[in-house]
């Protein structure tokens, strides 16, 4: 037995499964704190289906709060950005490029030294092992609690960024270190700047994860808990804590995941349908296709592993309006709101789920208090709906072919149409909380994005290399050995480069190993 999470923007959902089994389901509404949502959740869920809590063996979490609070400029604690990289890397310094806003809501400390190397991995100049001391002692006089450091080529050696560490735990060991080789691929700004992010969001990644073991302990469950990551798969709560940064966009991976489980589709297009925002994504062998472009966070490119989401303003709790002769829908919404606001629930404010019901669509809440909408609001905000969510889905498609469409979210009420582009609409069982479906069912991955010269490996070799590398990376991060296999395969060659350069990106993912001295380390 374990329980699935997903926090979203509106609705925290909770799922209770037995191996590959839903036992049962509930929504609650998303709170201002996260965890007294995932505490009203987690405890109707066991309301609802009588479960003995001594049952449960583990609990996975998708939340937004991480990339919400990044969003918004909330809760950042400023980092020192330590950059290992003079005298080539004085053109372009840290941060640059960033809004004004977020700049001065980082209050980030900056620091170059010397050091860094070339593509092919021989150094630029010696690491400033002196400079990074001071820096350091620095840090620590300034009460910062977090660093994060990045180094020219380090996805190529990483042994600067992990001696830059080394160094700071000596000098000042209450400073939490991002290594960018940790979080990031190649290209050395948005690397940096994944880590910049990372550091400034570990304070807060400690405290929510603490909050979390909190809200389950009050209900008397104490098991491992995990977290979902933005490619589909799970790491600790101790390395979610470390790394908070990888939870950006795991809501829809979530949600595509357990699409792909609940449709038994494992080549289609998923849209997951909420209260706010319409997020539609392509599935390639049961996985979310991986976004190929640098992803843009509050007006910061960076280059960490994304899925490839298109995400349009149109959900569940749209407020619709009648302005000038015409409809339009959002982009606002009442969001968490909803039960309260939407007209079918008492309230006043127009929304698509109004309309919804209106239309004949849905049957939810009292659907005589919009039995009174004028035929032709209905029917503009119902073209209108279909319009955006069209739009999408011809967005984020790349073949000419037509695929299936799985619908899921609780907005999925929205669509009754046929949707130009795809063969046929599966709406699942379950399909309301197929996001923390995917939380719960999830596995472990490893990952290498790593430039070789095949001229010295050879191109056997080198992929040899970087599987086992994956493998290994996968393993460690908690999955059963027997079960990991390379899902993914990236070879790009570096025409501009020397000796037979080629980027070798590989994946490994496994099911996530059962065994205690594992559910240990997630509870750290």
């Known amino acids: 037995m374990r329980i699935g999470i997903d926090v979203g923007g509106t609705n925290t959902d909770a799922v209770l499964m037995d191996g590959r089994s839903v036992v049962g389901a509930v929504k609650a509404s998303t709170t201002g704190d996260v965890s007294s949502g995932i505490f009203e959740a987690v405890r109707s869920l066991i309301d609802a289906t009588a479960i003995d809590v001594a049952q449960i063996r583990s609990v996975m979490i998708g939340t937004t709060h991480f990339v919400n609070a990044f969003v918004e400029r909330k809760n950042l604690r400023p980092p020192m950005i330590l950059r290992i990289g003079l005298p080539a890397g004085r053109g372009v310094p840290p941060t640059s490029g960033w809004p004004a806003d977020l700049r001065a809501a980082m209050r980030a400390h900056v620091v170059q030294v010397e050091g860094g190397f070339q593509f092919n991995g021989a150094p630029i100049l010696p690491l400033d092992e002196r400079a990074i001391a001071e820096a350091a002692r620095q840090a620590r006089d300034a009460g910062l609690s977090a660093v994060a450091i990045s180094c020219i080529f380090s996805h190529v050696d990483d042994s600067m960024e992990h001696r830059a560490r080394d160094i700071f735990a000596q000098e000042a060991p ?46 008397d469950i104490h098991v491992p808990i995990f977290v979902s990551q933005n490619d589909g798969t799970l790491m600790s709560a101790e390395n979610a804590a470390r790394f908070p940064v990888f939870t950006f966009a795991s809501g829809p991976t979530n949600s595509m995941r357990g699409a792909a489980y609940l449709s038994g589709r494992r080549d289609a297009i998923v849209a997951d349908i909420g209260g ?35 995400s349009v303003g149109l959900g569940g709790g749209s407020i619709v309006r009648r302005t000038g002769g015409a409809t339009t829908i959002g982009p606002d919404s009442v969001g968490y709101r909803l039960m309260r606001e939407a007209m079918v629930f008492g309230g006043e404010t127009l929304t698509t789920t109004d309309i919804a019901v209106a239309a004949g669509y849905a049957d939810v809440g009292e659907p005589g208090r919009v039995r009174g909408l004028p035929a032709e609001v209905v029917k503009e905000a119902l073209a209108a709906m279909h319009a955006q ?16 469409l799985v619908l899921v979210g609780g907005g999925s009420i929205l669509i009754s149409e046929k949707i130009p582009g795809t063969t046929e609409t599966i709406v699942p069982t379950n399909a309301s909380v197929a996001n923390a479906i995917g939380a719960s069912i999830a596995q472990v991955s490893g990952e290498i994005d790593r430039v070789f010269l095949y001229a010295d490996h050879g191109r056997e070799g080198a992929l040899a290399e970087a599987r086992a590398e994956a493998t290994r990376r996968a393993i460690e991060a908690g999955a059963t050995a027997d079960t990991v296999e390379v899902v993914d395969v990236l070879e790009l060659n570096l025409t501009s480069m020397p000796g037979d350069a080629v980027r070798l990106r590989v994946r490994a993912v496994g099911d996530l190993a059962s065994t205690q001295s594992q559910g240990d380390r997630a509870c750290n």
Request: charged content about 25%.
């Open 174 to 219: 209450d400073i939490a270190a991002t290594l960018s080789s940790e979080v990031g691929r190649v290209g050395m700004l948005e690397r940096e700047n994944a880590a910049i992010i990372n550091a400034s969001l570990v304070d807060m990644g400690q405290k929510v994860m603490m909050a979390f073991q909190s809200a389950l302990a009050q209900l």
């Open 276 to 310: 706010t925002t319409t997020d539609a994504g392509v599935l390639v062998k049961g996985f979310p296709r991986e976004a190929s472009l640098a992803a843009d966070f509050g007006g910061v490119r960076t280059n960490f592993r994304m899925p490839d989401v298109v």
């Open 389 to 404: 969510f069209n739009d999408a889905i011809d967005r984020i498609k790349s073949e000419a072919a037509d695929i299936p």
